[in-house]
């Protein structure tokens, strides 16, 4: 007879599928031993930037049981963000594909909540907190150990039949799970596509970034000026930057993801260089006001689309 971990778990499974994400995969919480190394020297090196709640917490991001009281599992998920769109005008500043469509905040915590609803409905009294992309918690070692797939040499999480064109969340709850067996092996190989293209050289070494070289720290964290060294090097990235995905032979498994709510505003893709070298706040609100862009705020876009043009 299968435990009820065993059934629980199958049960969470099969729901956070019907929900629409991409994988599900489930790890005992405790203490990451083999990411507090990793972690530290990561940041002693300062490869964190201006990203200072990457320091905090240094403890809970290691360990969720100090994050959710009596936490027993944590729960990976992801969600495809994937699609084969792309801006019409090809000389216009670029805008990452993640961030298309409405905010994955508001849509995926949207649909964590409502897992964690169906879970308590059919198991109890679970208790639980919902993380994306929040800063606490170590995603991608996460799922690696849930076995959802490896850390590719760009610092992604990939996964064989998917890529690494998807968003990772986390449900961590007080309940005892069955456990998955970690994702063992890596299948980078001797590929080194992500290092040669990155045109920062962020990615310093396989497997390791400085995500204070990253165009996506550069364009979306940092609060500051962009240094003047990066000029010319930015490959026209306005928010974002996917180089080190679209060139991972992975992702050519990657398939269109089915969630209305990431489709591209109307006028998105269409804006044209010279368009977005002049947008205005009216603008700005109509076509990025559901938009994960608007963390940038409209100063910050226009920085980013600033620094983009040649010296004169
Ligand atoms: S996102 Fe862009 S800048 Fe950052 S590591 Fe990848 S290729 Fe380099
Ligand atoms: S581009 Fe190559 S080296 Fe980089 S993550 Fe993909 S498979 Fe690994």
């Avoid at 977005?276 to 409209?298: M, P």
């Amino acid at each position: 007879m299968a435990s009820n971990a065993f059934k629980n778990s199958l049960f969470i499974k099969e729901s956070a599928y019907k929900l629409g994400f991409l994988s599900c995969g489930i790890s005992k919480a405790e203490f990451l031993e083999a990411e507090a190394p990793r972690l530290e020297t990561w940041l002693n090196n300062n490869h964190h930037g201006e990203m200072a709640y990457m320091a905090n917490y240094f403890d809970k991001r290691l360990d969720p049981r100090l994050l959710v009281d009596d936490a027993k599992s944590v729960i990976s998920l992801t969600y495809n963000y994937f699609t084969n769109q792309s801006q019409v005008d090809p000389t216009a500043p670029k805008i990452s594909k993640y961030a298309y469509g409405e905010d994955y905040h508001t849509v995926i915590k949207e649909k964590l909540a409502e897992l964690l609803e169906i879970i308590r409905n059919e198991i109890g009294d679970v208790s639980g907190r919902c993380f994306i992309d929040s800063a606490p918690v170590l995603d991608k070692a996460w799922a690696k150990k849930s076995g959802l797939g490896w850390i590719g040499k760009n610092s992604n999480l990939i996964a064989k039949q998917q890529g690494s064109f998807f968003f990772i969340a986390e449900l961590i709850v007080d309940l005892d799970l069955h456990y998955d067996a970690e994702f063992a092996t890596d299948h980078c190989g001797s590929c080194t596509r992500c290092i040669d293209t990155c045109p920062t050289d962020a990615i310093f070494a396989p497997y390791q970034v400085d995500g204070s070289k990253c165009i996506s720290y550069l364009t979306i964290e940092l609060k500051n000026e962009i240094p003047s060294t990066f000029k010319g090097k930015m490959d026209n990235w306005a928010f974002g930057c996917d180089i080190c995905q679209d060139v991972c032979p992975w992702n050519r498994f990657a398939v269109p993801h089915q969630e209305h709510r990431f489709n591209p505003h109307p006028e998105l893709l269409h804006l044209e260089k010279k368009e977005l070298e002049e947008i205005t706040t009216e603008v700005f609100s109509r076509v990025f006001n559901k938009s994960a862009v608007k963390r940038t705020k409209f100063e910050g876009l226009k920085r980013n689309i600033n620094f983009l043009k040649p010296l004169n």
